[in-house]
């Protein structure tokens, strides 16, 4: 959830800043948060007039705001009573790259063996010694990297943060 969060968090910055100035105020409200992402995200016809947005005064416009701040606000009540975020993490806090050296031994260079497997960027030669960071370990992670979407030198083997969170290694 962490990368998915930071991946819209850098999307917001690069690519819509207006809204990310409005999301990002501290008192912004649930409604205005709400409608500036269905203003700048969603398309229903009621927000296009043409092939340009209607303005936000628009009654039309207005109506698909009102239908949206229902879920929004349930949303952050079922948040807020269930006290925030679900228990502790299930999954292995990244190591930091520095964890990854030739010859580690370590379960949690197993689970992640088994979860590279389960999604199918299996480079491995054998499962013999799963717990050994080596060759296939940075093979099948540069396998993970690529299905991920990284290029270039992004796609060198040695797990980051992002990629590691989305992998989902559980506790070991």
Not at 37 to 43: A, P
Not at 70 to 82: D, F, I, K, M
Not at 106 to 116: D, G, K, T
Request: proline share 8%; hydrophobic share 35%; glycine share 10%.
């Amino acid at each position: 959830m962490d990368a998915q969060l930071d991946y819209l968090d850098h999307e917001l910055r690069t690519s819509y800043p207006g809204v990310h100035q409005v999301l990002s105020s501290p008192v912004v409200s649930v409604e205005a948060a709400s409608d500036e992402v269905v203003y700048n995200y969603e398309v229903p016809g009621a927000i296009l007039g043409g092939h340009s947005k209607l303005p936000r005064a628009d009654a039309r416009v207005q109506t698909v705001f009102k239908q949206r701040r229902s879920p929004s606000n349930r949303a952050l009540t079922a948040y807020q009573s269930g006290g925030g975020p679900a228990g502790p993490a299930t999954f292995e806090p990244f190591p930091g790259e520095s964890f990854f050296d030739t010859g580690r031994k370590s379960p949690i260079i197993a689970a992640m063996h088994h979860r590279l497997v389960a999604e199918g960027c299996n480079r491995y030669q054998s499962s013999v010694n799963a717990d050994v960071w080596g060759p296939g370990d940075v093979k099948s992670y540069a396998a993970w990297q690529e299905k991920l979407g990284f290029e270039g030198d992004d796609v060198n083997g040695i797990p980051g943060k992002t990629s590691w969170d989305t992998l989902q290694v559980p506790n070991v």
